[in-house]
C-alpha cells in the first residue's frame, strides 16, 4: 500500500540552530499535513499544503507533490519546539491521511 | 475548551467483550474520521463519515462499528475485543467540501485502549 517514509527518526538540536525534517512517498499525493504530538498525546496542527510552501514564526513547510515529498524546517530551535513530528498525506482515492512514523525531536540548551 | 472530545481517556476491557468508543466534534465540522494507533506502528486509517454517511472503510473486521447518531458525534463499536485490538483510538474531523477536495483534518486526544 502507499507508504510514508519519514526521516529522520530521530533528531538532537542545540537551542538556536536549525533542521530538516522530510517525508518521501511512494505515490502522488494531493496534500500533506504536519503535526506535533505534545506531552499529552495530542497531535497539534502545524501545516496543511495541497502544494507550495507555507511558514509560521521558524517554522517553514514544503510540498511537491510531483517530486513526492514533503519538508519541514525549523529555524532557531527552542527548547518548546522538542516532540514527535509526523507528516501525513492524501492520495488521490482515499479519504484518510497515511501517517509516517514520525521524528523525536529534542532540542538540548 | 477542547474542540473533539474524546471519552474515555483510558479503557480497559478483557477478551470477547464488547467497548464503545465517544467522539464528539465542535468544530462545526461535517466530515469525521476513526484512526487508530498500534505499538510501534504509524497511525492508520480506519473509516470516514460526512454528513453521517460512511464515506471509507479501510478497516477489514466488521467487528467495529462506527455509530454517528448526531452530525457531531461518531463513536465506535468494538465487538468481541482481541489483544491485538489494544491501541490509542484517534477521531478526527474536517470541513468536507465534497467531491476531490480536501480539508485539513483536526484531532481529538485519542481513546488509549488496553485489551487483557
Known amino acids: 500500500g502507499d507508504q510514508v517514509e519519514q526521516s529522520p527518526s530521530a533528531l538532537s538540536l542545540h537551542e538556536g540552530t536549525g533542521s530538516a525534517l522530510r517525508c518521501n512517498f511512494t505515490t502522488t499525493m494531493r496534500a500533506v499535513q504536519w503535526f506535533r504530538k505534545n506531552s499529552r498525546g495530542s497531535l497539534i496542527n502545524l501545516f496543511y499544503l495541497a502544494s507550495g510552501t507555507k511558514e509560521n514564526g521558524r517554522l517553514k513547510s514544503a510540498f511537491d507533490s510531483k517530486e513526492r515529498y514533503s519538508t519541514l524546517h525549523i529555524r532557531d530551535a527552542q527548547l518548546e519546539d522538542s516532540g514527535t513530528y509526523f507528516c501525513?498525506?492524501?492520495?488521490?482515492?482515499?479519504?484518510?491521511?497515511?501517517f509516517g512514523l514520525g521524528t523525536r525531536v529534542s532540542v538540548f540548551p | 475548551d477542547p474542540k473533539i472530545i474524546q471519552k474515555p481517556k483510558y479503557l480497559v476491557a478483557v477478551t470477547g467483550s464488547e467497548k464503545i468508543l465517544i467522539c464528539e466534534q465542535y468544530l462545526g465540522h461535517n466530515a469525521m474520521y476513526w484512526y487508530r494507533q498500534s505499538a510501534k506502528k504509524p497511525l492508520e486509517f480506519m473509516f470516514s463519515?460526512?454528513?453521517?454517511?460512511?464515506?471509507d472503510n479501510q478497516t477489514a473486521s466488521s467487528r467495529f462499528q462506527p455509530q454517528s447518531s448526531k452530525k457531531n458525534h461518531l463513536d465506535l463499536q468494538i465487538t468481541a475485543l482481541k489483544p491485538d485490538d489494544s491501541a490509542t483510538y484517534f477521531c478526527?474531523?474536517?470541513?468536507?467540501?465534497?467531491?476531490?477536495?480536501?480539508?485539513?483534518?483536526?484531532f481529538g486526544p485519542g481513546t488509549r485502549l488496553t485489551v487483557l
Open positions: 478526527a474531523s474536517s470541513q468536507d467540501g465534497g467531491g476531490r477536495t480536501y480539508a485539513e483534518q483536526f
Open positions: 501525513a498525506a492524501l492520495n488521490n482515492y482515499a479519504q484518510g491521511l497515511t
Open positions: 463519515y460526512s454528513y453521517q454517511k460512511l464515506m
